[in-house]
């Protein structure tokens, strides 16, 4: 599994949105700054983002973008499986039921189901919140 640059960038885009939060609407242009992110890049993540409720937006002066829910209610997961699409590391888990023909065989089904529910599991429980709470000291910051 490896997260593109439109995943990486969905979710700096929701932490830009959340940390700037004032009850106005954030023009893209401001996050493209902010971020260092190309504006025309960003129009189709937000596009993603709204058609799927996350962000609400409002055109002309005044416009831009904001979250419709507190950043405590935004998983990574969800924000991840809508701009990536599954986590599936497998093509035969991608879709619902499993009609792999060669299933009942498969000796290596389980382990890839397992990686799924552990990727799945783990940006489930971490939200935008969450983030803006536990960043890293980076002066302190050692890999």
């Not at 599994?1 to 242009?29: F, N, Q, V, W």
């Not at 093509?91 to 990727?119: G, R, Y």
Request: charged share 25%; net charge neutral; proline share 4%.
């Amino acid at each position: 599994m490896k997260i593109s640059t439109k995943g990486r960038y969905a979710i700096r885009l929701m932490i830009d949105l959340a940390e700037h939060k004032s009850g106005e609407y954030i023009p893209l242009m401001d996050v493209a700054k902010r971020q260092g992110i190309s504006e025309k890049y960003l129009e189709s993540i937000v596009a993603m983002l709204s058609k799927s409720g996350y962000l609400r937006s409002l055109r002309g002066k005044g416009g831009g973008y904001c979250l419709t829910k507190e950043p405590k209610a935004y998983t990574i997961g969800s924000i991840l499986r809508t701009v990536e699409g599954s986590f599936a590391p497998v093509p035969c888990l991608e879709c619902e039921p499993n009609t792999c023909e060669k299933i009942a065989s498969c000796k290596t089904i389980q382990m890839w189901m397992d990686f799924q529910k552990m990727a799945d599991e783990y940006f489930d429980g971490i939200t935008i919140q969450d983030l803006i709470d536990n960043a890293p000291d980076i002066d302190n910051y050692v890999i």
